[in-house]
């Protein structure tokens, strides 16, 4: 399995609602991340996983909950979100190294609506 | 601080013709830096990495330190490379990295 995958692909969701995005990948890597890409701008990084622990938040609202139950999960816990935070939320993942060839590989996304 | 430039935010241009997607990047350390494309309807996937110093599809980039580019060319555009093009650069963090990219540009082919 070489693939990032995202469920769900779309989700409406109101103000006062709690959901949650979900990740998953099987290709050993040990970073996980979660971009925010609004239409026509690229991806935003909010946050990073590394071997399982938080590494790096930019500054994102307590509104998003990062999760990363185990190595191959990532989920995103959405709640009392605003109409401003509708975007297209990509995961991607990593071998997790500091090995200069790097890459991430990025999933098709959740398009998320904020009512 | 680590910046990505895309100074263009459309190219379009006849099948056949070449094609040359600029960047431009700031950083202080060493550069690792990413050609990444989104066709429609597609997931963002990884064209190219500077350090691989492959062509893929055709389009080859090669980084200059002296100008801090990391230009995107391809001879002969074809009807499928019409995408959305992002540039990134990985930069360090301690142990950990960070991607930036840079605000895109639409490639469109027309036949």
């Known amino acids: 399995d070489t693939e990032v995958t995202q469920t769900p692909k779309h989700l409406v969701m109101g103000m006062t609602n709690k959901k949650s995005l979900k990740c998953e990948q099987h290709m050993g890597h040990r970073a996980m991340y979660w971009y925010k890409q609004k239409a026509k701008k690229p991806p935003e990084l909010m946050f990073v996983?590394?071997?399982?622990?938080?590494?790096i938040n930019e500054s994102v609202p307590s509104r998003f909950s990062p999760e990363c139950p185990n190595s191959s999960l990532l989920n995103l816990h959405l709640h009392a979100l605003q109409p401003e935070d509708s975007a297209l939320y990509l995961c991607a993942s990593s071998q997790g190294s500091t090995d200069p060839k790097e890459t991430q590989y990025f999933g098709p996304g959740t398009r998320l609506l904020v009512l | 601080a680590q910046r990505v430039t895309q100074p263009e935010k459309l190219l379009s241009v006849f099948k056949g013709a070449p094609v040359e997607l600029k960047c431009n990047y700031s950083y202080s350390g060493s550069p690792e830096l990413f050609w990444y494309v989104q066709y429609s309807r597609q997931r963002l996937q990884l064209l190219l990495r500077h350090i691989s110093r492959e062509s893929i599809k055709g389009f080859t980039a090669d980084l200059n330190k002296g100008e801090t580019s990391f230009h995107l060319k391809k001879p002969f555009a074809q009807e499928e490379d019409s995408a959305m093009y992002y540039c990134a650069l990985l930069g360090r963090r301690g142990a950990n990295s960070k991607l930036t990219f840079g605000k895109g540009i639409t490639l469109s082919v027309r036949p």
């Open positions: 996983y590394s071997y399982e622990k938080l590494s």
